[in-house]
C-alpha cells in the first residue's frame, strides 16, 4: 500500500512539475519571439541605454543567450522521466547532449556577458555572474562524472544544474510574489531575487539528493541493472 501510494505521489508531482515547466516554457517563448524583429524598445532590451545596446558583444550575447536557454530549459527536462530512458534511451542521450553542448557553450557563457550589464547594479552583476559560473560547473561536473562512469555523481550533478537552469522560472515566481503579495520595491525585488532564484534552487537540490532523488531516479530507469555504465545514459 506504502509503495503504491509513493508511485502515485511520485507520478503527480513528476506530472505537475512538467506541466509547470512546459508552461513556463510556453510563456517564455512568447517573450522570445518578439525581440526577432531585431528592434531594442522591446521588453528587456528597453531597459538599456543607447550605449549598451550600442555594443554587438551584448547583442550578440543576448540572442544566444535567450535561445540556447530555452533548449537548454526544455532538453533538460526530458533528463528526468525514467520511462524516457527505458522506452527511448536514444531520445535521453541525444536531448542529453544537446542540454551540456549549448549550456557549456551558448547559455552559460553568454549570460556572463550579460551579467557584466545586469540591471539592478553591483549586487545584481555579481549574483548573475557567480550564478552563471556555478550553472556551467555543475554542469561540467554532470559530463565529467558521466566519463568516468560515476553514474549516482551524473545524476546528482544533473539535479544541482538543472535546479540553477530553473532559477529563471524561480526568478519570475518569487518577483511576482514579493511585489504583487509583501508590496516590495522593484530595485528591492529584483536584486533579492537575483540571488534567491538560484541560491534557493541550489538548496532545493541539495535537499533532493541528501534525500536520496539521485538513487531513486537511477533505480527507476534501470530498474533492472545493478552496475550501470556510462553507455546505458
Given at each position: 500500500?506504502?509503495?503504491?501510494?509513493?508511485?502515485?505521489?511520485?507520478?503527480?508531482?513528476?506530472?505537475f512539475?512538467?506541466?509547470?515547466?512546459?508552461?513556463?516554457?510556453?510563456?517564455?517563448?512568447?517573450?522570445?519571439?518578439?525581440?526577432?524583429?531585431?528592434q531594442?524598445?522591446?521588453?528587456?532590451l528597453?531597459?538599456?541605454?543607447?550605449?549598451?545596446?550600442?555594443?554587438?558583444?551584448?547583442?550578440?550575447?543576448?540572442?544566444?543567450?535567450?535561445?540556447?536557454?530555452?533548449?537548454?530549459?526544455?532538453?533538460?527536462?526530458?533528463?528526468?522521466?525514467?520511462?524516457?530512458?527505458?522506452?527511448?534511451?536514444?531520445?535521453?542521450?541525444?536531448s542529453?547532449?544537446?542540454?551540456?553542448?549549448?549550456?557549456?557553450?551558448?547559455?552559460?557563457?553568454?549570460?556572463?556577458?550579460?551579467?557584466?550589464?545586469?540591471?539592478?547594479?553591483l549586487?545584481?552583476?555579481?549574483?548573475?555572474?557567480?550564478?552563471?559560473?556555478?550553472?556551467w560547473?555543475?554542469?561540467?561536473?554532470?559530463?565529467?562524472?558521466?566519463?568516468?562512469?560515476?553514474?549516482?555523481?551524473?545524476?546528482?550533478?544533473?539535479?544541482?544544474?538543472?535546479?540553477v537552469?530553473?532559477?529563471?522560472?524561480?526568478?519570475?515566481?518569487?518577483?511576482?510574489?514579493?511585489?504583487?503579495?509583501?508590496?516590495?520595491?522593484?530595485?528591492?525585488?529584483?536584486?533579492?531575487?537575483?540571488?534567491l532564484?538560484?541560491?534557493?534552487?541550489?538548496?532545493?537540490?541539495?535537499?533532493?539528493?541528501?534525500?536520496?532523488?539521485?538513487?531513486?531516479?537511477?533505480?527507476?530507469a534501470?530498474?533492472?541493472?545493478?552496475?550501470?555504465?556510462?553507455?546505458?545514459?
Amino acid at each position: 500500500m506504502n509503495q503504491a501510494l509513493y508511485k502515485i505521489a511520485r507520478y503527480a508531482v513528476s506530472t505537475f512539475g512538467a506541466l509547470a515547466i512546459l508552461y513556463f516554457s510556453w510563456v517564455m517563448l512568447g517573450k522570445i519571439m518578439p525581440y526577432f524583429s531585431f528592434q531594442h524598445a522591446i521588453h528587456f532590451l528597453g531597459t538599456k541605454t543607447d550605449e549598451v545596446l550600442g555594443k554587438t558583444h551584448f547583442i550578440w550575447a543576448f540572442y544566444l543567450h535567450i535561445t540556447s536557454s530555452w533548449v537548454v530549459l526544455m532538453t533538460g527536462m526530458i533528463q528526468f522521466f525514467p520511462f524516457l530512458v527505458q522506452k527511448y534511451p536514444g531520445l535521453h542521450r541525444t536531448s542529453g547532449k544537446i542540454y551540456l553542448l549549448f549550456l557549456l557553450v551558448l547559455a552559460a557563457p553568454s549570460g556572463l556577458v550579460l551579467a557584466l550589464y545586469a540591471n539592478g547594479g553591483l549586487p545584481a552583476r555579481v549574483g548573475f555572474f557567480m550564478q552563471c559560473v556555478l550553472w556551467w560547473g555543475l554542469t561540467w561536473a554532470a559530463w565529467r562524472a558521466l566519463k568516468l562512469r560515476q553514474m549516482q555523481q551524473h545524476a546528482g550533478f544533473m539535479i544541482r544544474s538543472y535546479a540553477v537552469t530553473l532559477a529563471a522560472m524561480s526568478l519570475r515566481t518569487e518577483s511576482y510574489f514579493m511585489y504583487y503579495w509583501l508590496g516590495t520595491k522593484p530595485i528591492e525585488t529584483y536584486v533579492t531575487v537575483t540571488w534567491l532564484s538560484w541560491v534557493g534552487n541550489w538548496i532545493l537540490a541539495e535537499l533532493l539528493i541528501y534525500l536520496g532523488l539521485d538513487r531513486r531516479l537511477l533505480r527507476a530507469a534501470y530498474p533492472k541493472t545493478t552496475h550501470i555504465q556510462s553507455s546505458n545514459i
